[in-house]
């Protein structure tokens, strides 16, 4: 157990023993008796958890709105932390909070806390502009209501901008060497090679890249981690390279940015991007850590195999890095199994760019629009020339065991003419290449008709001569 610092209200403050496993939400209402936070559902769908906290980058300190009840204490070591009780100051409450109040946006109130903490982020990035209703969305697609209703609530976003300013943000300065960041019971190391070298050292540690599924580990299924490795501070992995034939995506990107990095290219994943999770998940979780974890119905991978993309697994092996490229469609071999080996970190994912005449969908299908995880979920690209498919790939999830490259539909697609009985014939395949499950997403049989059908809505980017 090792002590937890935190910066609040412009104050260094100390809690100590924090075992690896605790959350960021255990330790505001256990340790430091700020109850204010809520856990609702202890898995980053409801919102009542909401936190922010900032991150010096250089001169700017970067406010970001997070569940804390699935992020680990240690992750936000050394960070500046807000919470509901630090909004009200002399001056009076928070402008998110009198607008929440004037428009009659709280209830029960047990939400409140969560939804004033993201409207404090969307103030804080607003720069106390006016915002739209549609920023307004945005901000609290990670926050549930389970009373109030949403209207007086986007009333009060949408009118924070009437009340007076709030103080400006602390100065903020972390004193990095007040912690060991390569301590290995929970290791925030800050360059590569020192995530390297400690992997090499314990393989057997969990490697965190945002946390976001791993806290679910902890708090619904009751897990602890004797040791773990933080990737989100190495410095190489939170950069987003644009090549001239690929964009590599550093394993400690955010979704937030890994999605907007895709859309410079590719501007219609936005839209897909959108119900990826609230904003919160978003900005916490990695799409690194979604490839790694593996999950069946993990939304990145589809999507990722469609366009081609590899992971590189990179290790400290005799006194070197070796990395190697590996196809997204063979990096999993089960059921949260991959071809990541012990010593082995994933640190890059690259994605080629689009080529002239792409056409792409991605389809997800849920039981809610937004924040849901999916039933069935569809990606498919592919080149038409002079008429007939030149090239096609697609994912797959919630099918399987694993995201999967739908291999025997692409073959009843490549070098066909592209019309109504080419696509009768891949939906026929489709439909039989995989055999999904039940579960209380959907049944087995919606599933298979669901994915075949997703294959429609190609006519929808390219037009289909009838013979």
Known sequence: MKPLRLLRQGQWVTVPGVPPSRTLLQVLREDLQLTGTKEGCAGGDCGACTVVVGQAK???????????????????????????EDLKTAEGVHPAQEAMVRCHGSQCGFCTPGFVMSLYDLYQRAQGRAVTRDEAMEAISGNLCRCTGYRPILDAA?????????????????????????????????????????????????????????????????????????????????????????????????????FAALAQH??????????????????SGTMGGNVANGSPIGDTMPLLIALGAQVILMAHRKGRVTSRHV??????????????????????????????????????ISKRFEDDISAVCLAMQWH??????????????????????????????????????TLSKAQQTLAQEFTPISDMRASAQYRQRVLSQLLQRACRFANYPTP
């Open 58 to 84: 250089g001169e700017v300190l970067a406010l970001k709105a997070i569940n804390s009840c699935i992020r680990p204490a240690h992750a936000v070591s050394g960070q500046a932390l807000w919470t509901v």
């Open 327 to 364: 196809p997204l469609e063979d990096f999993y071999l089960g059921y949260r199994r991959t071809v990541l080996a012990p010593d082995e970190v994933l640190g890059w994912i690259v994605v080629p760019k689009p080529q002239p005449g792409e056409h792409l969908i991605h389809e997800k």
């Open 266 to 283: 590719r501007p219609s994943v936005l839209h897909f991007a959108h119900r990826f999770a609230g904003r919160p998940v978003r900005l």
């Open 158 to 258: 949408c009118a924070m901008h009437t009340y007076p300013p709030p103080p400006a943000p602390m100065a903020f300065n972390p004193p990095w060497s007040k912690r060991n960041p390569l301590d290995p019971i929970y290791a925030l190391p800050t360059r590569l090679m020192d995530l390297l070298q400690l992997r090499a050292q314990h393989p057997k540690a969990m490697l965190m890249a945002g946390g976001t599924d791993a806290g679910l580990w902890v708090t619904q299924q009751h897990q602890r981690f004797t040791q773990v490795l933080d990737l989100t501070r190495v410095q190489e992995l939170l950069r987003v390279e644009d090549h001239p034939h690929h964009v590599a995506i550093g394993a400690a990107v955010s979704l937030h940015q890994a």
């Open 384 to 421: 038409i020339h002079d008429g007939v498919v030149t090239s096609v790939r697609i994912g797959a999830g919630g099918v399987a065991a694993t995201p999967m490259r739908a291999r025997q539909t692409e073959k009843a697609l490549l070098g066909q003419p592209w019309h109504t009985h």
